[in-house]
């Protein structure tokens, strides 16, 4: 037996998806937005530390840029440096004048503890140096200046690189600037090596997140800070846009950075031209605490399934209870019990179902009643047509006395006249509300033809013609031709005195019929063809009443769809046709069903 599903269990389950549902989304939807503003939040707090480090770095690398410029141009210093460098034979006053005056700017330079050594040379065999340890270093001669590397290595007024220094093992940051004399001509170049500590120091104390890493950018290399160390970055370093998240108003370049198949997140600011400083960020620096997000999440999916349990509860009275008495209540009506229950009408929807249940039982009491009645009606009714059926016969008989009296008194016209009018009332008597076939149409045509050439004589004439005598076979509601064959001649004709109605039936598809009424007469014009079909306004007068133009095009079209129908071409003064299009059917097609 197949377990049935009541109300209340379809209640409970629908609450408690709904509750399980409402709690995932909340617990995805607040995950995402704490992780959210959490990322935002951690990449707007890298920023802001990246950007105090850059300015102090920026501060000192200007400081040092200025240093290196004191010796390149536009300075006392520069000054006798040029010339002690075009000097074929420099004396030994001039070189010392010239090291003083470079050891002066040299100490005076606000950075000078982060430059490791000054160096001016011809490139050639003169050179002055100002060392800030010389003691860690190899002395500088003619035989190694070689060692220096030359400026389009470096390229000028660039910070591109990190290099060995050629006279220690320390790693510095070169500078190079060529050292331009008279007239702006280049005489030879000033060396600048910049010990890494001018970076280094700034981050001393500077907290770098676990599974996090500080990166140094200097023209196209990448450098990894790592305490006091600045080391290359292995080749595999690729950087990508991020597009993640739009966060335009933290004004920071944002990447990701791939070195060795790791790919992070990475907070960019650069220092100056050709220098940037980038942190990377691990993904468990915007995660929430698992602790505390699965004990939100805990209560929240507890208080909403309670609140789930509590709209179930509630539904259970208002719904459960009143649908029980309801049921019962069909229960009796199905019984046979139909007095009116008004403890199921309550001030709700469901009491509308049971004010409506109610009605139905006084509307079935009310329908057994009528049934009672029309059965009573219905006797009554075949009663009365068995006694009218002797009306029609004694017409019948009457009709054919007056056909015989005429052919013995010699009466022809009046004979022919008495038997068309027979077989037509005959036809209309049987086959009323019964499909008949062309052939028999248009034996009764012919038969009303005749009745109404006697009247008017040898003013009206007509002619049919059958495209095939398959045709003829064609089903059509009964009277179709006739009130058209009516309205020809009495609107048509009779007021012209004279005329003509030609008949015709052809195939217009292999599953269409086409039959044309036209006569000769006045014609008709588009107006009064609007009227006719909308307002039945022929055929109420004539032979048989209440059958006009109109009552037969929405007959074709009840009985075929409203494809079918009359249709009405007309000239005045010239002609009327009538064009009748029809379903091909045969009485193997009366079988199915269609209505006539």
């Not at 190694?144 to 030359?150: D, Q």
Request: net charge neutral; proline share 4%.
């Amino acid at each position: 037996m197949r377990k049935r599903s009541t109300i209340k269990s379809s209640i409970m389950m629908i609450m408690t998806i709904f509750a399980l549902l409402i709690a995932t989304l909340l617990s995805v939807f607040s995950y995402e937005l704490i992780s959210f503003f959490q990322r935002k939040t951690t990449i707007q707090a890298t920023k802001f530390n990246l950007q105090l480090i850059a300015n102090i770095v920026d501060q000192d690398l200007t400081n040092l840029l200025a240093l290196a410029m004191l010796c390149s141009t536009n300075s006392p210093t520069n000054t006798m440096l040029a010339e002690y460098l075009v000097s074929e034979e420099p004396n030994p006053r001039q070189s010392i004048d010239v090291f003083n005056s470079m050891q002066e700017g040299f100490r005076s330079s606000l950075s000078y503890k982060y430059a490791r050594r000054l160096i001016a040379t011809n490139n050639d065999s003169l050179f002055v140096q100002v060392d800030n340890s010389g003691s860690l270093s190899i002395p500088l001669s003619v035989y190694n200046l070689h060692k220096l590397p030359a400026l389009s290595e470096l390229g000028a007024e660039q910070w591109s690189m990190i290099t060995q220094d050629p006279f220690s093992s320390s790693s510095v940051i070169p500078l190079a600037m060529p050292v331009y004399g008279e007239g702006a001509s280049t005489v030879g170049t000033v060396y600048l090596f910049v010990s890494t500590s001018v970076i280094t120091d700034k981050l001393k104390g500077y907290d770098i997140p676990r599974h996090s890493s500080l990166l140094l950018t200097l023209g196209s290399n990448h450098y990894r800070i790592s305490g006091d160390r600045i080391a290359p970055e292995p080749v595999s370093y690729e950087e990508q846009p991020y597009t993640n998240d739009n966060f335009a108003d933290l004004e920071a370049a944002l990447s990701y950075v791939g070195t060795g198949g790791d790919r992070r997140l990475a907070v960019s600011y650069p220092v100056r031209s050709g220098v940037m400083l980038t942190q990377t960020l691990s993904g468990n620096q915007f995660a929430p605490q698992a602790k505390i997000w699965l004990l939100l999440m805990a209560g929240v999916c507890l208080l909403v399934i309670a609140l789930s349990g509590g709209i179930t509860l509630y539904l259970t009275r208002t719904i459960s209870l009143p649908v029980e008495k309801l049921r019962k209540r069909m229960d009796k009506i199905a019984q046979g019990q139909f007095h009116m229950d008004k403890n199921i009408e309550w001030n709700s929807e469901l009491g509308d179902v049971g004010r409506g249940i109610n009605r139905l039982s006084q509307d079935i009491l009310a329908l057994m009643e009528s049934r009672v009645a029309q059965e009573k009606q219905k006797q009554e009714l075949e009663y009365r047509v068995l006694q009218s059926q002797i009306n029609p016969h004694f017409l019948y008989n009457t009709l054919n006395s007056i056909r015989w009296m005429a052919t013995i008194q010699n009466a022809t016209g009046i004979a022919e006249m008495t038997t068309s009018l027979s077989r037509l009332l005959r036809s209309i008597a049987k086959n009323m509300g019964k499909p008949v076939t062309l052939k028999q149409e248009l034996s009764l045509l012919e038969d009303y033809f005749l009745i109404q050439k006697y009247r008017y004589g040898s003013t009206i004439s007509m002619d049919s013609e059958v495209e095939s005598d398959e045709l003829l076979q064609a089903l059509l509601p009964p009277l179709t031709l006739q009130p058209l064959m009516e309205n020809a001649i009495f609107h048509g004709i009779e007021p012209k005195s004279k005329g003509h109605v030609h008949i015709s039936v052809a195939r217009k598809s292999v599953f269409e019929l086409c039959i044309v009424i036209e006569d000769n007469g006045i014609g008709m014009e588009a107006g009064q063809i609007a009227h006719v079909l909308a307002e039945d306004g022929a055929g109420d007068n004539g032979m048989i009443s209440h059958i006009g133009l109109r009552s037969v095009n929405e007959r074709l079209r009840l009985a075929f769809g409203k494809r079918y129908g009359i249709t009405i071409e007309s000239e005045m003064g010239m002609y009327t046709r009538i064009i009748i299009l029809l379903p091909f059917y045969t009485k193997e097609a009366q079988a199915s069903g269609i209505r006539m």
